[in-house]
Nanobody, 127 residues
């Protein structure tokens, strides 16, 4: 079992940057693909970014491509989301999730593939 805890959210002006972190417990972090999702008020949760176990493959939502970067440090059991050029429409609760994967290069963009979820961290971008 994996537990994940997000940090790094906050209030930032449009055009600014934030880096979110997701720390995972357990000794099997490197066996999990990781993803970030977000949910804005009144909207459904949506996929943001994901990385495979080995970080060989990554995936991004079109709305964040070129602005956000997902990375992971398996030695630290941590996955990061670097968010640059933030826009007011990026305002949401950002949640980290883990998916046990047999294939090291598998990357998951569907919520249904993730077994473990964090509580989320609020990101607010002011205009």
């Amino acid at each position: 079992q994996v537990q994940v805890v997000e940090s790094g959210g906050g209030l930032v002006q449009a055009g600014g940057s934030l880096r979110l972190s997701c720390a995972a417990s357990g000794r099997t972090f490197s066996l999990h693909a990781m993803g970030w999702f977000r949910q804005a008020p009144g909207k459904e949760r949506e996929f943001v970014a994901a990385t495979s176990r080995s970080e060989t493959n990554t995936a991004y939502a079109d709305s964040v491509k070129g602005r956000f970067t997902i990375s992971r440090d398996n030695a630290k059991n941590t996955v990061y989301l670097q968010m640059n050029s933030l826009k007011p429409e990026d305002t949401a609760v950002y949640t980290c999730a883990a998916s046990w994967e047999l294939v090291p290069t598998a990357v998951q963009i569907s919520e249904a593939e993730y077994e473990y979820w964090g509580q989320g961290t609020q990101v607010t971008v002011s205009s």
